[in-house]
């Protein structure tokens, strides 16, 4: 759900933002593959469960990693990416597990 100036279950307009951690967890995802003939191109939108924020749901890419390794409820972490005019774009990457670190 978008942010909204109240909050959608009581309509209290005592809102505030709060800093989320950044970690996030897969509800859903895609695998998009380019057009053939073209650049190659594969991304994999998902459907993230912010888990600072019940019942909150974020769009977003997962970046650097093949698609074949995300699942269902894979931990992921947001980073920053440039675009066009100094803003940045949120991604997230898969979080590091233990046999990662070993």
Do not use: Q
Not at 43 to 51: E, G, H, I, Y
Not at 80 to 88: E, H, V
């Amino acid at each position: 759900m978008p942010p909204t100036p109240f909050c959608p279950n009581c309509r209290s307009a005592a809102v505030n933002w709060v800093e989320l951690s950044g970690n996030a967890v897969v509800y859903s995802f895609a695998v998009v593959h380019g057009f053939p003939g073209l650049p190659d191109l594969t991304l994999v939108p998902a459907v993230l469960d912010l888990p600072d924020a019940p019942g909150a749901r974020l769009v977003s890419n997962i970046i650097d990693v093949a698609p074949a390794d995300v699942t269902i409820r894979m931990a992921v972490r947001v980073d920053f990416s440039p675009i066009t005019g100094g803003w940045l774009l949120p991604v997230f990457r898969a979080m590091a597990t233990k046999s990662d670190k070993e």
